[in-house]
């Protein structure tokens, strides 16, 4: 079996996994070999609801009875009723939706719909976001991934992100005063062409290590956007639909933006990714000839999916659930920082949380070595964890993003096996066997 993946697969990240997963259910997954994993990325976040939840099921069956997909001129009941229920749960002026398949796509129809309003192509992102691989929104990927690719777009321009545990203008300590997002638009005015056109931000920045902005921080940034006619720009890929306790994650800050992206938590695991502006933008790009025609644009099959999510979400009240778990995991996570010196830090919000190792809480030195220890041998108990990438590009933070449906027992497993995985590899490590 390994030796066919080395065969036929083009490798397109790290080395694969060391099994072959046969089902899926809720939040565990089974390998072929029969043993139970917690699932504790959601797969790659987007199995919001738990992996093949039976109304998910359901509603695929039923598209796959009726229509599957059709010609992008072409509408679907499906996609009438999911355009309805999705703008219907965004506040004005979000009224407008168009229905397409991955994260990287709804940006890139986000960065093209501002371009073409505002006339502008300069764009704005945050250190340590990501977007996706298609070039636009690559460009604005800031948390890693440019080398070999060539030039970036032009116009990408960068402010730092708000990483309180390690400020990046060396200012703050613990809890960031917005200095880093007034010094990092000084630096854009400086470097701009006279063309700003937008900002792109995630409300939690996952990718570049669950980094939380503060209160006040994007009310501050809609305000500089506002001050220069730049479009504000919300990535809701891991934080719409719950995640954060929140149905969207800029319901938390207060702060609406003028075009909204939202991907992989809408499918229940179905490609599905959506794009929101206001009727305003809309009607200027349509009139100015806005075109994104693809395959897969407004496919009935990936909204009837979509449908079923959002009623499931509502029905099930999984958005408080969410925020009541969240909190529930980040106290647990919290007793074991208390016996672990290497926990340098948890942060979060609702159910995307992050735990951030150290070797040594006064110099907050990334544990990588240990880092990558823990979630291999976490894996090995059964425990699914991303890690990702703090300072310097260390891979010390992992990334804890159950389905909104986790239980507090799976949580408790969870912790459990994180809590002996700490024990045994800081023993390891510590005796220098893993250095
Ligand atoms: C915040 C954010 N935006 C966009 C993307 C890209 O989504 P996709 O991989 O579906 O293109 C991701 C993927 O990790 C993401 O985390």
């Known amino acids: 079996m390994h030796d066919d993946r080395e065969r036929f697969l083009i490798r397109y990240a790290r080395e694969f996994a060391p099994f072959i997963v046969s089902r899926a259910r809720g939040a565990w997954i089974e390998t072929s070999d029969g043993k139970r994993i917690l699932d504790f990325t959601s797969g790659q976040i987007c199995a919001t609801i738990g992996h093949n939840h039976p109304r998910i099921v359901a509603a695929v069956e039923q598209a796959l009875t009726e229509v599957i997909h059709l010609n992008s001129w072409m509408l679907s009941e499906p996609v009438l009723a999911l355009a309805e229920r999705l703008t219907s749960l965004l506040p004005s002026p979000l009224d407008k939706v168009i229905l397409l398949n991955t994260g990287g796509e709804a940006n890139e129809v986000a960065l093209r ?23 636009g929104a690559a460009s604005l990927n800031l948390a890693g991934g440019h080398a070999g690719y060539g030039p970036l777009m032009p116009g990408s321009l960068t402010i730092p992100a708000p990483y309180a545990y390690r400020c990046p203008i060396r200012h703050c300590d613990g809890a960031c005063d917005c200095t ?12 701009s062409v006279g063309s700003l056109c937008a900002v792109i ?5 996952s990718a570049g290590g669950v980094i939380v902005p503060p209160a006040g921080y994007f009310e501050r940034l809609r305000e500089l956007c506002d001050e220069r006619g730049m479009l504000l720009i919300f990535d809701e890929a891991q934080t719409g639909f719950g995640r954060l306790g929140a149905m969207f994650g800029f319901e938390l800050y207060g702060v609406v933006p003028d075009i909204l992206t939202v991907s992989k938590t809408l499918g229940g695991g179905i490609p599905l990714a959506a794009t929101f502006t206001s009727q305003a933008i809309e009607a200027d790009c349509y009139r100015k000839g806005f075109m994104h025609v693809t395959s897969h644009v407004a496919d009935p099959m990936p909204a009837a999916a979509g449908l079923a ?3 499931v979400i509502e029905e099930d009240c999984l958005v ?3 925020r009541k778990r969240g909190e529930y995991l980040v106290a647990r996570l919290e007793e074991l920082q208390e016996r672990h010196e290497q926990i340098g830090d948890v942060r979060g919000k609702g159910l995307l949380v992050g735990v951030e190792l150290v070797e040594d809480r006064g110099t907050r030195k990334a544990a990588d070595v240990l880092g990558a220890a823990v979630c291999d041998e976490c894996l090995r108990c059964g425990l699914s964890m991303n890690i990702v990438r703090s300072s310097g590009g260390m891979l010390n933070c992992f990334r ?16 459990g096996i994180m809590d002996e995985a700490l024990t045994s590899m800081a023993a390891v490590v510590g005796q220098g066997s893993l250095q």
């Open 400 to 415: 804890i993003a159950p389905p909104l449906s986790v239980t507090e027992e799976e949580i408790d497993t969870a912790v």
């Open 180 to 191: 880093c997002l007034e010094a990092g638009f000084e630096t854009i005015d400086q470097q």
């Open 320 to 322: 408080e659930q969410a």
């Open 113 to 135: 719909l501002a371009k073409m309003h505002t006339g502008r192509f300069e764009v704005v992102g945050l250190t340590r976001s990501w977007h996706g691989l298609q070039a």
């Open 309 to 311: 999510l959002v009623q």
């Open 201 to 205: 931000a995630e409300p939690v920045l």
